[in-house]
């Protein structure tokens, strides 16, 4: 069973608007997220984190965003730049810390 | 800062054979863990090592084994390759502390089984 989804395998952007990617999970037990982009020939680049004691983490442009009752979180890109083209994946964790737990990635594309 | 890094970057393999993996982890990490990655999907966790000691371990079979050595840097090794062990295989480092759960990555060893 997959415990954590990301339902979109792919979205398109045009440069300067807001991306958002979406994630759904469902062990209650994770109480940490993380999102990572991926660029095709080089491992994942971890991006922004946030715990379940928050709902709401922002780094420049990147915020996440996470709704516990729901066990969905959202990572917003604003505005959109053509380098953030890549595939994203949405990754939960424990309170042990010592695996990460990946959704299938949604690939993003930003048109300029 | 070095990053962490991983060789060699492809491997062609037959089946049956077995292979070693290898990575370095980030200066300032004690912890390595690897994923499997396939086409089209997210990382899987294979294992976790820190202080030389598997700490926690996916839904892999024992054919996977791992070392952690005393500078932290690891080998993952597969016995006996099977056709659908072909993916990407990354390594990520962390620190083991309360509260740190983000693990940095490796470019990956990309292996082809035949």
């Known amino acids: 069973d997959q415990q954590v989804k990301q339902n979109s395998p792919s979205l398109s952007v045009q440069e300067g608007r807001i991306s958002i990617l979406n994630c759904d999970y469902t062990?209650?037990?994770?109480?940490?997220f993380l999102w990572y982009k991926k660029y095709p020939a080089e491992g994942p680049t971890f991006l922004i984190s946030?715990?379940?004691?928050?709902d709401k983490n922002e780094d420049g442009r990147f915020t996440v965003f996470l709704n516990k009752s729901a066990k969905h979180l959202s990572l917003h890109i604003v505005p959109s730049q053509p380098g953030d083209s890549a595939v994203y994946f949405c990754?939960?964790?424990?309170?042990?810390?010592?695996?990460?737990?990946f959704g299938g990635g949604t690939r993003l594309m930003v048109k300029p | 800062e070095t990053g962490v890094t991983q060789s060699p970057t492809h491997l062609i393999k037959t089946r049956g054979q077995q292979v070693t993996l290898r990575c370095s982890s980030q200066?300032?990490?004690?912890?390595v863990s690897w994923y499997q990655q396939a086409l089209g999907q997210g990382p899987q966790f294979i294992f976790q090592?820190?202080?030389?000691?598997?700490?926690g371990r996916g839904n892999f079979p024992p054919r996977f084994s791992g070392l952690q050595f005393p500078n932290y840097s690891s080998e993952l090794n597969v016995n006996a390759l099977e056709l659908d062990d072909s993916a990407l295989y990354l390594c990520?480092?962390?620190?083991?502390?309360?509260?740190?759960?983000?693990?940095?990555f490796g470019p990956g060893t990309r292996l082809t089984v035949t």
């Open positions: 090592y820190y202080r030389e000691e598997e700490n």
């Open positions: 946030i715990s379940s004691i928050k």
């Open positions: 990754a939960a964790s424990n309170n042990a810390g010592n695996m990460l737990t």
């Open positions: 200066s300032g990490h004690n912890t």
């Open positions: 062990n209650s037990m994770f109480d940490y």
């Open positions: 990520a480092s962390s620190l083991m502390a309360s509260g740190i759960h983000e693990q940095y």
